[in-house]
């Protein structure tokens, strides 16, 4: 059971705009940072977005992510099929004093 | 750029220990802004965070609460790395491993990964 709550899976057909969500508390979305993270298959997980909404260079302006109290989203424009990966959320959760992650989100690109 | 390579045994007896070791390169284990990690991810447990060490003058650890007792992140700036042990283990413990590197207050960059298998 992770400490960040995600959807299983999200869906959408090439050219389309999908979000999905990451929710938390006050110990850890709530008082401090989101990031997101795209796992492709077999390989680690790569960063995505920092920081509630940057995006580290390289990473395309179809990714954007908020945040808003204890929960965030992040959000793809234009889908891509090269875009089908899994999605984690992250953030440092002060009662626990580590990193927290969600559970993934599962993107299939129809 | 910052690279993280990984290395160490793929399978690991239960109740023995694994070590695994991570070779930084393009920062140094001994930045006064990084903190390494050691994370873990299996089907069962997702993505889970175990531990780091990172240096603010002096040494300092933090570890899981679901691994305080059998876990250690030793930095070794002779060779520019740090490492992780993790005693005791059973085959709960198979997961895949990654070294990874925090910076600014996030994760910023992750090794590959190393397959670990906990069976006899």
């Known amino acids: 059971q992770s400490v960040l709550t995600q959807p299983p899976s999200a869906s959408g057909t090439p050219g389309q705009r999908v979000t999905m969500s990451c929710s938390g508390s006050?110990?850890?979305?709530?008082?401090?940072?989101v990031h997101w993270y795209q796992q492709l298959p077999g390989t680690a997980p790569k960063l995505l977005i920092y920081k509630n909404n940057q995006r580290p260079s390289g990473v395309p302006d179809r990714f954007s992510g908020s945040k808003s109290g204890t929960s965030a989203s992040l959000a793809i424009s234009g889908l891509r099929s090269e875009d089908e990966a899994d999605y984690y959320c992250?953030?440092?959760?002060?009662?626990?004093?580590?990193?927290?992650f969600g559970g993934g989100t599962k993107l299939t690109v129809l | 750029q910052v690279q993280l390579q990984q290395s160490g045994p793929g399978l690991v007896k239960p109740s023995q220990t694994l070590s695994l070791t991570c070779v930084i390169s393009g920062d140094s284990v001994s930045s006064n802004s990084a903190a390494w990690n050691w994370i873990r991810q299996s089907p069962s447990r997702g993505l889970e965070w175990l531990g780091r060490t990172y240096y603010r003058s002096k040494w300092y650890n933090g570890y899981a609460v679901s691994v305080k007792s059998r876990i250690t992140i030793n930095p070794d700036t002779s060779k520019n790395q740090f490492s992780l042990q993790l005693n005791s283990v059973t085959p709960e413990d198979t997961a895949v491993y990654y070294c990874?590197?925090?910076?600014?207050?996030?994760?910023?960059?992750w090794g590959q990964g190393t397959l670990v298998t906990v069976s006899s």
């Open positions: 990874a590197r925090g910076w600014d207050g996030y994760i910023a960059n």
């Open positions: 006050s110990s850890n979305i709530g008082g401090d940072y």
């Open positions: 992250a953030s440092w959760d002060g009662s626990l004093s580590g990193w927290v």
